[in-house]
């Protein structure tokens, strides 16, 4: 975010390898940090604290 150029970005948007994909958030400084903290407080925090091994 911060290394691009000024309106590189369009919105952001929290995503996650599995699959997750947050709500399109304002290309601004606090737009990045809502998207960010969707993705954590929505996503990883209800994540499984351990992962079965598979069989």
Request: net charge positive; hydrophobic share 40%; proline share 11%.
């Given at each position: 975010?911060a290394r691009?150029?000024?309106?590189?970005?369009?919105?952001?948007?929290?995503?996650c390898?599995?699959?997750w994909?947050?709500?399109p958030?304002?290309?601004?400084a606090s737009?990045a940090?809502?998207?960010?903290r969707e993705w954590?407080l929505?996503?990883v925090?209800?994540?499984?604290l351990e992962?079965?091994?598979?069989?």
């Amino acid at each position: 975010m911060a290394r691009c150029a000024p309106g590189t970005f369009v919105r952001y948007v929290g995503r996650c390898a599995c699959g997750w994909i947050g709500r399109p958030r304002p290309a601004t400084a606090s737009g990045a940090m809502s998207a960010r903290r969707e993705w954590f407080l929505g996503h990883v925090t209800t994540l499984p604290l351990e992962v079965p091994a598979p069989r």
